[in-house]
């Protein structure tokens, strides 16, 4: 009898062992998890990790006011709370911006990487005049043409929406030449025509350039300014240039 009180009170006592330092074990974990909650807290609460600049990198025409303004955000809000991927959405509806990548400096700062879109040409809409990338975007309305870029017009007219690559073959085409051009080249350029029957080009110097249906722009680019510079050097009158077929170009005074 006694060897069998004896087996009883062992087993409870061990079960009891255990039971406890499960319970202790739980409270640990409860705690930490509690202090971390509180900590993680006390940095969301923190006014060291308030948003007090915006750094902005690779732009030239986007600013940080354009940023907090289509962001939403405010000097002053945590870092910790800015949502970067729906940051990123919004600011790739700016017209200007290609690109964008962000991140978090601390203790304060939010760093803007973009790529801008770059005008490289003026066009003449139903809506007025707006300056497009190469892809045929319309990056913003202008007043007056300030930039050394040709203007384009396009038949029949088209009326370009923010945000959206115009609809245009043609004009696509005369974009693509316009990008391939050297940048003085593309300064001495005063207007490109683009239609279904082709596309024609005029320069400051009032010499008519054919490009026809468009073909290779870049080919077409580089004999044109092969030719610009034969030209030049020669002293050259010339009233018009045909480089629709740029391995036969042709020269008319």
């Given at each position: 009898m006694t060897g069998e009180t004896i087996g009883i009170n062992d087993d409870f006592?061990?079960?009891?062992?255990?039971?406890?330092?499960?319970?202790?074990?739980?409270?640990?974990?409860?705690?930490?998890?509690?202090?971390?909650?509180?900590?993680?807290?006390?940095?969301?609460?923190?006014?060291?990790?308030?948003?007090?600049?915006?750094?902005?990198?690779?732009?030239?025409?986007?600013s940080p006011d354009d940023i907090l303004r289509t962001g939403e955000l405010e000097i002053g809000a945590n870092l910790f709370s800015i949502n970067l991927r729906?940051?990123?959405?919004?600011?790739?509806?700016?017209?200007?911006?290609?690109?964008?990548?962000?991140?978090r400096q601390f203790p304060g700062t939010l760093v803007v990487t973009v790529?801008?879109?770059?005008?490289?040409?003026?066009?003449?809409?139903?809506?007025g005049i707006w300056a497009v990338d190469a892809n045929g975007y319309p990056l913003f309305k202008v007043d007056r043409m300030s930039m050394a870029i040709p203007l384009v017009t396009a038949a029949p007219p088209v009326a370009p929406v923010i945000g959206e690559s115009i609809d245009h073959e043609p004009l696509r085409g005369?974009?693509?030449?316009?990008?391939?051009?050297?940048?003085?080249?593309?300064?001495?350029?005063?207007?490109?025509?683009?239609?279904?029957?082709?596309?024609?080009?005029y320069s400051r110097d009032r010499?008519?350039?054919?490009?026809?249906?468009?073909?290779?722009?870049?080919?077409?680019?580089?004999?044109?300014?092969?030719?610009?510079?034969k030209i030049d050097a020669e002293g050259l009158s010339v009233s018009r240039i045909d480089v629709s077929r740029p391995r036969a170009p042709v020269l008319q005074q």
């Open positions: 006592g061990v079960a009891s062992l255990v039971a406890s330092t499960y319970d202790n074990k739980w409270f640990t974990i409860a705690m930490g998890l509690f202090v971390l909650l509180l900590a993680v807290y006390a940095v969301l609460q923190s006014p060291l990790f308030d948003l007090r600049a915006i750094e902005l990198v690779g732009a030239d025409r986007v729906e940051l990123s959405q919004s600011l790739e509806r700016i017209p200007l911006i290609e690109q964008v990548r962000l991140r790529a801008e879109r770059r005008p490289i040409a003026y066009l003449s809409s139903e809506g005369a974009l693509r030449f316009v990008e391939a051009l050297s940048v003085k080249t593309r300064s001495n350029l005063s207007e490109v025509h683009a239609e279904p029957g082709g596309i024609t080009a010499v008519t350039i054919a490009l026809g249906g468009g073909g290779d722009a870049a080919e077409q680019a580089r004999v044109l300014e092969a030719l610009l510079d």
